[in-house]
């Protein structure tokens, strides 16, 4: 297993502004997922980063306005940026570790409001 | 279509219930199936993991594979207040991300 730290657990920003949200794992991990939960729907994939190379988006979803970092095996960034209130959601991230593929873990979230 | 279906819910049951969730799927590639249990303000855990078809248990727990009917279940016995969450399905090729279901809010009244 792994325990990944998310923060900020919960903010309220301003449309138009920027977020970044940080996640720390305890290992070293190779893959890095962040995850979209809105209301009542199911994760939504946003992007898979692996460290070193450029994060891979899922449709819908670009760089622009989802700016992902993975600097080492243990932390990345996902930026929400240039924020509507349609961003409200939950972000999620997520690890994959060995054994079953893609098995995921997740951190607790961020909720993020946008006024 | 989407890939996978999942009931919403909710779904209320006495404690001491047995409880039956489930997930239908189109993919018929799909080899690895998953349920997550996420706790209100928390991130999803992994409840119980399956590979292909068949029965495993856990405990209370009991997860089902079908993959002739490309349907899955989760069991729960003598539920508890503390089952009270929402259950994701999920699942995934294999070498592909998990494709998760919309998750069902299950509360248990004790």
């Known amino acids: 297993s792994a325990v990944i730290s998310q923060k900020p657990s919960r903010d309220i920003c301003q449309r138009g502004t920027s977020l970044t949200i940080q996640c720390q794992v305890d290992?070293?991990?190779?893959?890095m997922f962040w995850y979209r939960q809105q209301p009542g729907q199911s994760l939504t994939l946003i992007a898979t980063a692996n460290q070193g190379s450029e994060a891979t988006y899922e449709s819908g979803f670009v760089i622009d306005k989802f700016p992902i970092s993975r600097p080492n095996l243990t932390f990345s960034t996902l930026t929400v940026s240039n924020m509507s209130p349609e961003d409200s959601s939950i972000y999620l991230c997520?690890?994959?570790?060995?054994?079953?593929?893609?098995?995921?873990?997740f951190g607790q979230g961020t909720r993020l409001t946008v006024v | 279509q989407k890939e996978v279906e999942q009931d919403p819910g909710p779904l209320s049951v006495p404690e001491g219930a047995i409880v039956s969730l489930n997930c239908t799927y189109s993919n018929s590639a799909f080899q690895y199936f998953m349920w997550y249990r996420q706790y209100s303000r928390k991130g999803p855990e992994l409840l119980m993991y399956?590979?292909?078809?068949g029965n495993k248990e856990d405990g209370r727990f009991t997860a089902q594979v079908d993959k002739s009917s490309k349907y899955i279940s989760l069991f729960i016995r003598d539920s508890q207040p503390s089952d009270s969450a929402t259950y994701l399905c999920a699942m995934s090729e294999g070498g592909t991300p998990l494709v998760f279901g919309k998750g069902t809010r299950l509360s248990v009244i004790a």
């Open positions: 290992s070293q991990v190779t893959m």
């Open positions: 997520s690890v994959e570790t060995g054994g079953v593929p893609y098995q995921a873990f």
């Open positions: 399956t590979y292909s078809s």
